[in-house]
């Protein structure tokens, strides 16, 4: 399935931690550094720590505080497409054996994914800061205290990236200045620009006696994001006419764990805890609604007579509360069984303000029981067999986005979801063969939804849009749909030491999502029931003949549920080789491969053929791990792949010239995404002490 953020709300099914503590993917991925720990669990998670998470979970840990001796590192990347890359850290121990604190940062400089205007304006760029500090204490052998602060600021000037629909499409008109899909250009006359500013405090406890350990975690976040959206992508009109959004969310968690430290009886090891997590995510924005006229009958131009401004405010509070425990008990030298329950307790309040009045509010309140339970046995030192099983649990989502004044039941529908539940199964197993040279591992996987988010594709379904009542007009959004779905997967991974200093790694996985008879929002111009593949934005009338009161289609669907390819491949080799006492050469090799997909199943012209991309490594190193240099090639067959095409891009105003009317301009341009272009680089690496 898609790992959707924007469809996951404050829950997503794939959950994230930072330093053992809850927090959205889009704060922790936007700049990685100074990491102790990356750990990957899949399949549900919710019984041992943190929140309910259907798919699985990723923490990352930042690099703790030595207490015993003073050390650092340096790092830097630099690329020929326009990057620079300063990493660095430094560890000072306070008080030998008791205090210690450790300040690290990055600063970042591209040129965002390489998209360039087509008329001459400034080029895409993005600069990231970030400084983190942390601190440790352990006065006492038994207690153990941490805190840490890290601030990260990031501005960037964006376009959005168009290619021709005739590209792909023979039937399509031609447009004013053809553009490939490899050109990287935009018709944006002006970048989007994009501010962002994430604000982290983490702090921890820990106190341990006779055998068992008590943890606190807390952690407090903020954001501070600005963002405009552009509302006139067919560049009818001269200028950018844009919609200007603010949002400011901030969370805060606490959790307390009791565990054993020492295995009760030889046998049973156990956890129990409780979770609290409160979140408040407010947006303002405003949204333009244009009015204009074309320069003749006919044109492919426009002239802007005036914009009407709605102020919008969007609310959202929600409080979660659980209770979890888990128990293992290991049975002889090699059998282990475990299981786990968490209660979970959530409520949840959504206001949407138009122009200063309050025109909705919704909310939830809810309960629900999720468990969780495996078992593995050792048949040898050399092969183990696993079978494990699991629930989970997720809020029904308030989508964000649709400020219509007028949404019909159907529309809502699509934008106050229903609670996700989901059961999990998966048989696997673990060997290692031919003294340790070999490992072998493989897995298999089923799991079902009811109620599964499932956010349209592109740029979403055509619906009449009633933010200004006065004036509505057909716009896109990426409605939700909860849907039944049913994925059923395989995973196998290899390893071999081919001889010393040379070892070859392949991950391999075929996982297939399906709805299976889910109500989807959908452009359904012609009544059928069927989703349409449509090549032009509707008329406000054509849409209406066709919709009603409803303002947008649904279709009953049996198609997959992820835009991905659902076969993948990693192919890995690294050779190491003594040049001298004091320095290795090595060269690695790294090869993702990726099978067709649909990246929307509706639209027929983005299907994406299969495609591989190769990076190349090679360098020296102290054998010891003090200093590195490294030159790299990424994706050196310049491979280039359309990942993503839209319908044609299209702008809604109303037409003054015409009483009024709602009128609709259709561009002969799609927006698209596509492959990273080649880069050739150097990173140089030095650390000294406790690094």
Excluded at 202 to 210: D, I, K, L, P, V
Excluded at 328 to 355: D, F, M, V, W
Aim: proline share 5%; hydrophobic share 35%; glycine share 10%.
């Amino acid at each position: 399935m898609n790992f959707d953020v924007s469809a996951s709300g404050t829950n997503p099914t794939v959950e994230f931690y930072f330093n053992d503590a809850p927090i959205t993917a889009g704060v922790v991925l936007q700049q990685i550094y100074d990491i102790g720990q990356i750990e990957v669990q899949r399949g549900p998670q919710g019984t041992l720590r943190g929140r309910a998470a259907p798919s699985g979970s990723i923490t990352i840990g930042a690099k703790k505080p030595d207490l015993y001796t003073f050390g650092g590192f340096a790092d830097m990347t630099a690329n020929d497409i326009g990057t620079l890359n300063f990493k660095g850290g430094v560890n000072v121990p306070v008080i030998e054996g008791i205090a210690a604190i450790r300040v690290a940062g990055v600063w970042d400089e591209n040129e965002a994914d390489r998209v360039r205007p087509i008329t001459p304006s400034r080029d895409p760029f993005s600069r990231t800061k970030s400084g983190r500090i942390s601190a440790l204490v352990q006065p006492l052998e038994w207690l153990r205290l941490e805190g840490m602060y890290q601030k990260l600021d990031r501005r960037a000037y964006l376009y959005d990236q168009v290619a021709s629909f005739s590209e792909v499409n023979p039937d399509a008109p031609a447009s004013p200045i053809y553009i490939d899909s490899s050109d990287r250009r935009s018709i944006m006359e002006a970048p989007r620009p994009i501010h962002q500013v994430y604000d982290i405090y983490n702090w921890r406890a820990e106190a341990s006696g006779m055998g068992q350990v008590l943890i606190y975690q807390g952690q407090h976040y903020t954001q501070k994001i600005r963002g405009v959206e552009v509302q006139d992508e067919a560049n009818f009109f001269p200028g950018a006419i844009n919609q200007d959004t603010y949002s400011t969310p901030k969370a805060t968690s606490h959790e307390i764990r009791l565990q054993n430290d020492a295995r009760i009886a030889d046998i049973f090891d156990y956890v129990v805890g409780y979770f609290d997590y409160r979140n408040d995510n407010p947006t303002v924005l405003t949204r333009p609604t244009i009015l204009g006229f074309p320069t003749a009958p006919g044109a492919s131009t426009g002239i802007v007579y005036a914009t009407i401004d709605t102020a919008i405010e969007r609310t959202s509070e929600s409080h979660e509360q659980s209770f979890f425990g888990n128990i293992t008990a290991h049975l002889g030298q090699g059998t282990e069984i475990s299981g786990g329950l968490r209660h979970i307790s959530y409520k949840s309040e959504n206001g949407l303000i138009i122009n200063h009045a309050l025109v909705k509010t919704v909310g939830q309140d809810a309960k629900k029981w999720i468990y969780s339970a495996s078992i593995k046995h050792n048949f040898s030192p050399d092969f183990m067999v696993y079978a494990s099983t699991g629930s989970s649990w997720r809020p029904g989502i308030n989508v964000v986005g649709d400020f219509s004044q007028r949404q019909s039941e159907l529309e809502e529908s699509f934008v106050n979801l229903p609670a996700e539940t989901s059961k999990s199964y998966e048989l696997g197993f673990k060997s290692t063969l031919m003294g340790g040279r070999l490992r072998l591992n493989a897995t298999a996987y089923h799991q079902t939804f009811k109620n599964y988010p499932y956010r349209t594709g592109g740029r979403g379904v055509y619906y009449i849009d009633y933010t200004n009542v006065a004036n509505p007009v057909v716009t896109q959004f990426n409605f939700v749909g909860a849907v039944p779905v049913e994925v059923n997967g395989i995973e196998g991974d290899i390893g071999f030491d081919v001889m010393d200093g040379w070892n070859v790694g392949l991950i391999a996985s075929y996982s297939v999502g399906k709805i299976k008879g889910g109500l989807v929002p959908c452009n359904d111009l012609n009544g059928d029931g069927v989703p349409d593949a449509v090549t032009a934005a509707p008329s406000l009338d054509d849409l209406r003949a066709v919709v009603g009161d409803d303002n947008l289609s649904a279709c009953r669907v049996n198609q997959r549920s992820g835009f991905q390819a659902p076969f993948s491949a990693t192919l890995t080799s690294e050779y190491t080789f003594a040049l001298n006492d004091n320095m290795d050469g090595y060269l690695r090799g790294l090869l993702n491969v990726f099978g067709r997909s649909q990246s929307d199943p509706v639209n027929v012209f983005d299907d994406v053929g299969s495609y591989g991309l190769l990076n190349l490594y090679t360098g020296i190193r102290d054998p010891k791990g003090a200093w590195e240099v490294s030159l790299f090639a990424k994706n050196i067959l310049n491979t280039t792949k359309t990942l993503t095409r839209t319908d044609p891009l299209f702008t809604s105003y109303r037409n003054i010239q015409a009483g009024g009317a709602a009128t609709t301009f259709n561009s002969t341009y799609t927006g698209v995404t596509t492959t990273a272009p080649r880069e050739f680089g150097i990173n140089v690496r030095y650390a000294f002490g406790s690094r």
